[in-house]
């Protein structure tokens, strides 16, 4: 089996990862803030300490602007939930996924924001982001990478041009955030989305929003935080008054093995990644039936394509049957097809990572040209 599917999971998991999570559910077991006998106290050091390697991670000073969530779909909308008024306008780039478009799209139904799809034009820094921006705009939200085309759509130079219109970022880090260290604090990041369980290397079940400054938004959910139990809604501590509910722990913990593992091997897996990137075009793009949607090398390994007119689910089904796993459709990114021009076709996705090989690529690579 040959798997190419890491922008929806990656796999497998470093073995650090996977000892990490035994160790917790096997020695540990008890969760944060539910005890104060010894076991539970253990449960909320650990818990300070992975709240720490995040915070270590994406370069934010405070660890207690942390937020764990059970995946980036939820810390998004937390955020957007939150933080958006009525009035509000959002500025938006074209590769989001529906974990922003549809909160987004929900709000806007409800009467409360208006948002606005920026051209692709902005993100190649040919056009300027102050024609789209309004005076009631309080958001820009850019994906880190596209979970489409693996192009890198955020820029520090984005940034700085909303930020010279007084408008906070939201960076969604769902996809390349492993691959790409990203210093919240040097990029001016205000806000940022996270999710374990793809570059991050980590397991389904933990995410994460994290902020420069404190977050003063109201919570998306109500519930037991295993602190002042006396009151009739969340108290006003924090991270604690977005974390109702009991923490999925053993996956948090699995978290700070896989952060500490991608600053111990950062150089290494770019290193393949980006050798990879290479062989995957030189193999891929002399094939003439074969249109690539983004062919810049500056890129996460996540590379998306079409072969002739032949439907994307059949080229899927195709390598399936080989056991190749690899996606097809529109990939939770309807505004992506429609900057590219895919909308009607949907397009295959390939998702290398650090763990796939050239003798990998030379497979599936036979097996397109078969088909042609
Ligand atoms: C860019 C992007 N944002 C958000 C998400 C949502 O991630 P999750 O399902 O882990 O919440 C994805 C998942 O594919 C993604 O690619």
């Known amino acids: 089996m040959i798997y190419f599917d890491n922008a929806a999971t990656s796999r497998p998991k470093p073995n650090e990862v ?3 999570f035994n160790y917790y559910i096997t020695e540990v077991g008890t969760s944060p803030g539910r005890g104060s006998y010894g076991l539970a106290i253990q449960a909320s050091r650990m818990l300070y300490q992975a709240r720490n390697t995040v915070a270590r991670f994406f370069s934010i000073s405070d660890p207690s602007n942390v937020v764990f969530t059970k995946n980036s779909t939820e810390a998004i909308n937390l955020f957007l939930n939150g933080y958006l008024s009525v009035g ?4 938006i780039s074209p590769y989001e996924h529906n974990a922003v478009l549809r909160p987004l799209e929900t709000l806007k139904n409800k009467g409360v924001i208006e948002y606005t799809v920026l051209p692709k034009e902005v993100i190649d820094g040919k056009e300027e982001i102050d024609k789209h921006a309004r ?3 309080s958001l820009l939200i850019l994906t880190l990478a596209s979970n489409l085309t693996g192009q890198i759509v955020f820029s520090p130079k984005l940034v700085e041009a909303a930020h010279s219109l007084g408008i906070p970022v939201l960076v969604d880090a769902s996809q390349g955030a492993g691959k790409k260290l990203i210093d919240m604090e040097k990029n001016g990041i205000d806000f940022l989305a996270f999710t374990g369980h793809k570059d991050l290397l980590a ?3 933990v995410g994460g929003l994290l902020s420069q400054k404190a977050l003063r938004i109201a919570p998306l959910i109500q519930g037991g935080t295993g602190i002042h139990g006396e009151s009739y809604v ?4 924090f991270p604690d008054a977005y974390e109702a509910g009991t923490l999925n722990m053993p996956a948090i913990w699995a978290l700070k093995a896989s952060l500490e593992y991608l600053e111990a091997h950062l150089d290494s897996i770019t290193s393949k990644e980006t050798e990879l990137i290479r062989y995957f075009f030189e193999r891929l793009e002399p094939i003439k039936e074969v249109t690539i949607y983004n062919k810049q090398y500056e890129r996460v390994p996540t590379f998306c394509f079409n072969i002739k007119d032949i439907p994307s689910s059949t080229v899927v089904e195709m390598l399936s049957k080989q056991q190749i796993c690899v996606r097809g459709g529109i990939h939770c990114a309807i505004k992506a097809h429609e900057a590219i ?3 009607g ?4 996705r390939v998702s290398l990572n650090y ?3 050239k003798k990998e690529i030379d497979e599936f690579i036979n097996i397109i040209k078969e088909a042609i």
């Open 18 to 20: 996977i000892e990490a």
């Open 88 to 91: 509000d306008h959002v500025l």
């Open 135 to 137: 005076p009631t705009t």
């Open 203 to 205: 397991l389904p079940g």
């Open 234 to 237: 969340n108290p006003q501590a």
């Open 341 to 343: 021009g895919t909308v």
């Open 345 to 348: 076709t949907g397009a295959v």
């Open 355 to 357: 763990t796939n090989t």
